[in-house]
């Protein structure tokens, strides 16, 4: 039987022309030969194994050959797939100019085409792939992985319509030799990437189940960068795709991100590693209960994260001292989204108090940030977004910030979230005024009654003077800002 999977090397060797000294094609040309008409297999093997090595320093050209006879030798077939991989994904090793990548890519990417022009080629090299003989599942799967980088909408249509395709290539994930199984999770999330169709049969082929095996086993946020590409894969088939939301959460791998968050008490030294991990896996959970989903799905999900203990553990992060401040940032933003518009979520986000004496309330020790000019930019919006969250669709919530406000429910002794807004709204800082003005909007929105209720707050302006009302006061910094804006044009305009 003819490998026709083997002659598209040939097909594609013959028809791309790079210019190289004569005696290397020479030598090209005579191994070709000896592939094509040696009666000896340890010959054929030996000239294959030649033209993979000529394959890493030398694009092959004008040349054509056959391996009719060879298609159940394991090692030619190795030889001959590591050496498509090297043509088609110029993988080098040294440092290369920007110009001489590009040309290489662009090499890749009319090979790849040459390659997949008959779908045959892409349905063998599925089949090699059942092949347990490491020499030929391996460097199997290294290119099949380079042909989806290069055209991966045609790969994917392939694999697609080839029976059990995508079946054989979740076989890696149990392959018990881990290069195999690791470079497997890489042609996974090439497989999956903006295809919908073949992310719903990866899920349904138990990839939850096994991704979060590999997950635990590798060590969750502590593991290395098999945890990264778990996680990745993970984002690939759950982001924008509803029907594999809904069957993560039905399947209960919900309640297996929980232990994903036990950060514990030291929190000094975080690895890059450790970082990169635990904000793909705050993605996840975003993803999940992203506003973009629909509403019975997001609200379905976060009430699954407050009755397994998700919300709870990351609020703990979010009180923990020595977190990195983009994992905060992401974890604020993170929380915001699971209590969004979820009344039991943003009760319990309510009675969250941080671990101070005395004891603070989380929202105050959060607005603190939010109205101090020295946090970082992300930090303050991912803090206004999260007050945004915890006010929406929440009239009891904006009924409580609003009483913080009122000169009945002010305790001197301590620091209140209507204190807070107020400095903010009134401070020398731009951005903290934008902040507690946008944050005050949210209190009142679409609530009638807390409206009234901001009317009756007065504010001590100076020392011996009346107090006045928020709204007056308002009104008289416009005013101020106003008769400035008009004299500075005014003057230009002179000028």
Same mark, same amino acid.
């Not at 009755?307 to 990195?324: D, R, S, Y």
């Given at each position: ?6 002659t598209?090397?040939?097909n ?86 920007e ?14 085409e ?24 391996w ?28 079946s ?9 030799r881990?290069?195999?199984?690791? =470079?497997? #999770? @890489? %042609? *996974?999330?090439? +497989?999956? &990437?903006? /295809?919908?169709?073949? $992310? ?18 590798e ?9 990264? =590409?778990? #996680? @990745? %894969? *993970?984002?690939? +088939?759950? &982001?924008? /795709?509803?029907?594999? $939301? ?31 991990? @635990?904000? *793909? ?26 009755q ?72 303050r ?23 913080t ?91």
């Amino acid at each position: 039987m003819c490998p026709c999977w083997v002659t598209a090397l040939y097909n594609i060797v013959s028809t791309q022309h790079i210019s190289s000294s004569q005696q290397i094609n020479k030598m090209i040309q005579k191994l070709c030969d000896r592939v094509a008409s040696s009666t000896l297999l340890e010959d054929r093997r030996d000239a294959v194994r030649a033209l993979k090595s000529l394959s890493k320093v030398q694009m092959l050209s004008e040349t054509s050959f056959s391996l009719s006879s060879d298609s159940s030798d394991s090692e030619i077939i190795g030889y001959t797939l590591d050496t498509l991989y090297n043509i088609i994904s110029n993988d080098e090793e040294e440092e290369q100019d920007e110009n001489s990548q590009k040309q290489g890519d662009d090499l890749g990417v009319q090979f790849t085409e040459i390659y997949i022009k008959d779908s045959e080629n892409v349905t063998l090299l599925l089949t090699l792939l059942e092949e347990f003989d490491f020499h030929v599942r391996w460097p199997g799967v290294k290119l099949l992985t380079a042909l989806l980088k290069n055209q991966c909408a045609q790969v994917q249509g392939i694999i697609l319509v080839s029976p059990m395709g995508v079946s054989r290539l979740m076989d890696l994930l149990a392959d018990s030799r881990e290069v195999i199984r690791n =470079d497997g #999770l @890489l %042609l *996974l999330q090439q +497989l999956t &990437k903006g /295809n919908a169709a073949i $992310q719903k049969i990866v899920a349904f082929e138990n990839a939850f189940e096994r991704l979060l095996d590999i997950i635990t086993e590798e060590g969750t946020s502590d593991g290395g960068i098999v945890v990264e =590409d778990c #996680l @990745l %894969l *993970l984002l690939n +088939l759950l &982001k924008n /795709n509803s029907s594999n $939301q809904n069957f993560f959460k039905e399947g209960s791998y919900i309640q297996r991100m929980r232990p994903w968050f036990e950060v514990g008490d030291d929190n000094s030294g975080w690895s890059a590693q450790k970082v990169t991990n @635990l904000h *793909l896996m705050l993605q996840l959970v975003r993803v999940l209960v992203s506003p973009v989903n629909s509403p019975g799905a997001t609200s379905s999900c976060q009430k699954s994260m407050y009755q397994c203990g998700l919300l709870q553990q990351l609020c703990t992060i979010l009180m923990a001292t020595g977190v990195p401040a983009d994992i905060l940032t992401e974890t604020i933003n993170t929380v915001s989204e699971v209590i969004r518009g979820s009344q039991v979520n943003q009760d319990y986000f309510a009675s969250v108090n941080a671990p101070s004496n005395p004891p603070r309330p989380a929202i105050v020790v959060l607005l603190m940030s939010m109205v101090n000019e020295r946090q970082p930019f992300v930090l303050r919006c991912a803090v206004l977004y999260c007050f945004q969250c915890f006010l929406y669709k929440n009239q009891k919530g904006q009924g409580e910030i609003v009483a913080t406000l009122l000169p009945s429910t002010i305790d001197a002794n301590s620091i209140s979230a209507g204190q807070l807004l107020c400095g903010g709204l009134f401070s020398a800082d731009s951005l903290s005024n934008w902040c507690a003005a946008v944050a005050l909007a949210h209190a009142l929105q679409d609530n009638p009654t807390q409206k009234e209720q901001l009317l009756r707050v007065q504010l001590a302006t100076s020392l011996g003077n009346p107090p006045v009302s928020l709204l007056q006061q308002c009104t008289n910094i416009l005013s101020q800002v106003t008769h400035h804006l008009l004299l500075n044009v005014g003057k230009s305009m002179l000028s």
